[in-house]
């Protein structure tokens, strides 16, 4: 299995951007599908998760700006992400787990490389 996220790149503040990350291989569908973001200097973080079956998890930072959702015909998952804050500037990474996975990252076994978000005015 490889993730391939992108996406990423320089937003306004207030604007939006949409990440994206194909899955390659044939558990995508039985798999919870996560992002987690690494601002600079700190520490890796969890955004957003989908379950198997479409249930969505938020962090509170960027909850009802942000939105989850996957499409199982093309083994793909989106990041939404609007109203963008500076705070939201962070390599985003998108992750493969267990059909539950959710909030922590030792729930989920495959991640991708890493894409640059860089939110300023």
């Known amino acids: 299995v490889q993730l391939q996220a992108c996406g990423g790149g320089l937003g306004q503040i207030g604007g939006s951007l949409r990440l994206s990350c194909a899955a390659s291989?044939?558990?995508?569908?039985?798999?919870?599908m996560g992002w987690f973001r690494q601002p600079p200097g700190k520490e890796r973080e969890f955004v957003a998760a989908?379950?198997?079956?479409?249930?969505?998890y938020y962090a509170d930072s960027v909850k009802g700006r942000f939105t989850i959702s996957r499409d199982n015909a093309k083994d793909t998952v989106w990041l939404q992400m609007n109203s963008l804050k500076p705070e939201d500037t962070a390599v985003y990474f998108c992750?493969?787990?267990?059909?539950?996975?959710?909030?922590?990252?030792?729930?989920?076994?495959?991640w991708g490389q890493g894409t640059l978000v860089t939110v300023s005015s």
């Open positions: 989908i379950t198997y079956n479409g249930v969505t």
């Open positions: 992750a493969q787990g267990g059909p539950e996975a959710r909030y922590y990252d030792d729930e989920y076994d495959m």
């Open positions: 291989g044939p558990t995508f569908v039985s798999s919870a």
